[in-house]
């Protein structure tokens, strides 16, 4: 009997010992997953959707384009750093390796298309070949983005579920993670066009030649509302709704019709992020007006004076561009 029991005792605390360690196992492999999917969920959300917004954009200022991507490409660094981080369990280390390389392609293609965009956005005759292979290069790490999802969808992702399916775990779900919005962003027109690039061979987000005759467009008016600003210094006092809009005026002063002409709106103020809204014309007429409504993407602050820039940008081929932009004082109120 003392035998007896003496076995059923060891049993109890082998089954008893695998238990603890399965519970362990399994709790470790699910926290795993667990933070994976945050910090998945932080690159798709703080970072991949906020930087293809700011392109779609169209943002004009070369320099607050260069620090909005170094501030996502700084939180695609905190990402890769998080996961570098992680209490890796056995069966995970196979996806923790892919993991980090697809964080780590993403924070370096961040960093080189925000040390490229200035040249891409580059304007005049001496820099277009420049400009031309900056545009190239921020469409080859377009590609890198596309390396990324391709690795998480492929090994990251399926290595998480064979490990959590091979400790009999079910129920959890695992992140997906798509970086690059559609694979036009891997075409050179669809980067240039997006910047407002000038290409090589001439044209803006294209490579045609600008056609003969004269081009270019001039600054009419800007109102909000009923009000039309006044340039300069004097301060042009605007109600301030929830929505407040630009409705600028523009003249084709050239001898041809122009395609995909971009207004776009600034407003800076001290120790205030700039504001920054474009807005593209498909097309403008030869010698005749046309009337663009600009839309703030965010509320201009209240009770301050601003500065408003509003700026036609030049079309391929424009030589005279010192009446496409004017600034004016502004001061919102409700």
């Known amino acids: 009997m003392a035998l007896g029991v003496g076995v059923l005792v060891l049993f109890l605390l082998v089954f008893g010992v695998k238990g603890c360690l399965d519970s362990r196992r399994d709790r470790a492999l699910k926290d795993y997953n667990r933070q994976v999917t945050a910090i998945v969920s932080s690159s798709n959300e703080q970072v991949s959707e906020p930087f293809f917004a700011l392109l779609n954009a169209g943002t004009a200022d ?17 990402d890769a750093k998080r996961a570098r981080t992680l209490d890796v369990p056995d069966q995970m280390v196979a996806a923790q390796r892919n993991l980090e390389l697809v964080l780590n392609l993403r924070a370096e293609a961040l960093r080189k298309i925000a040390d490229r965009v200035a040249a891409a956005k580059a304007d005049g005759e ?12 921020i469409a080859g790490q377009m590609s890198a983005l596309l390396a990324s999802d391709v690795v998480y969808s492929q090994r990251v992702a399926p290595l998480i579920k064979q490990a959590l399916d091979s400790a009999d775990i079910s129920g959890q779900s695992i992140a997906t993670s798509t970086f690059l919005p559609n694979v036009a962003w891997l ?10 690039a000038q290409r090589a061979a001439g044209g803006r987000g294209a490579n045609a030649e600008p056609a003969p005759g004269t081009h270019g467009h001039g600054l009419e008016s800007v109102a909000v509302g009923s009000t039309t600003l006044q340039p300069g210094s004097a301060v042009n006092r605007v109600q301030a709704g929830s929505n407040v809009s630009f409705t600028v005026k523009v003249a084709n002063q050239g001898e041809n019709d122009e395609a995909d002409v971009r207004v776009v709106v600034r407003i800076r103020a001290p120790s205030l992020k700039t504001l920054s809204t474009t807005k593209t014309v498909p097309q403008t007429k030869s010698k005749t007006s046309s009337t663009v409504t600009v839309p703030l993407s965010n509320a201009p602050p209240i ?3 601003v500065t408003v820039e509003v700026e036609v ?7 005279v561009t010192d009446n496409n932009k004017s600034t004016y004082t502004v001061l919102f109120q409700r």
């Not at 940008?313 to 030589?319: D, W």
């Open 62 to 78: 070369a320099n607050e384009l260069e620090q909005t991507i170094n501030e996502y490409r700084v939180v695609a660094d905190q």
């Open 187 to 196: 075409t050179v027109d669809q980067v240039a066009g997006r910047l407002g």
């Open 303 to 305: 009770g301050t004076p």
């Open 126 to 137: 001496n820099n277009r070949q420049s400009a031309e292979n900056a545009v190239q290069q």
């Open 313 to 319: 940008r030049p079309v391929p081929g424009e030589k």
